[in-house]
């Protein structure tokens, strides 16, 4: 029974490395696309990518560490990609982010 | 430069979305003592919210619908964390003594009680009021330069 537990274990730890081996890759090609990228839009889109991928990052250490006090990170990088990703959008459109009247 | 805009899922989006910022927010506030969280980054996360609502309504729109001076707001807090340092005298007990004790509460039934929380409040009105008003009072562009 002892012996399973254990089993167990080095697959959760083995597959979790993985996992970050996996998205970190993935954080490298984004950050490809935000050098290259042609045009800003380009560049918006994969920060926001990298944003989630950076949530899934924050996930995984958390499995690893054996933890729960990073779960409240994981849903505040998702906030603040939220409100950062709304600015550039609004900036790109507009120019302004905040207007100062609405008619 | 302003076109006629239609931001209806933006608004739809952020009145859903900010009450769930400040629900988080206030969560982080109460959690603070035992585990990751406190006055700092809940005052941040409110400050988020209003942020985004102001990105979706614009200031006119939330200076109509959420009338706070935040220049205000954090002379408040600071004033209310130097009172809490002071109310120690009361007791005869040196600047920023702390204490908690065990309240039988109606719904939440035992809980600690302590007095970290009243300078934590504090902490949090100061981190509002700056970070509004550092970001409004650059969003406020060069219009009034112009008129004068």
Redesign the interface.
Known sequence: MENALNVTRTIMEISTQVAIAGVGISIFMLLYRVIKGPTNPDRAVALDVMGITLMALAGLVTILLVTT?LN??V??IG??L??GT??LA?FIE?????????H | ???N?NDLI?KTMTSI?AFI?LG?SIY?FF?GHN???GGF?GGL?TS?AI??M??A?????MKSSLPINFRFLFKLGLLIALATGMGSFLFNEPFLSQTFAYFQLPVLGRTELATALLFDLGVYLTVIGITMTI??SI???H?EELSE
């Not at chain 1, 507009?94 to 009247?101: F, L, M, N, P």
């Not at chain 2, 309504?57 to 729109?61: A, L, P, S, T």
């Open positions: 006090k409240d990170v849903l505040l906030i603040l939220f409100i709304i600015a609004k507009k120019g302004v982010i905040i207007e100062r009247d609405n | 430069m302003k076109i805009s933006l979305i910022l988080f982080l959690a585990a990751p969280g980054i996360m988020a942020v985004l102001n990105m309504y614009g200031q006119e729109g970001i409004l969003a406020e562009d219009k």
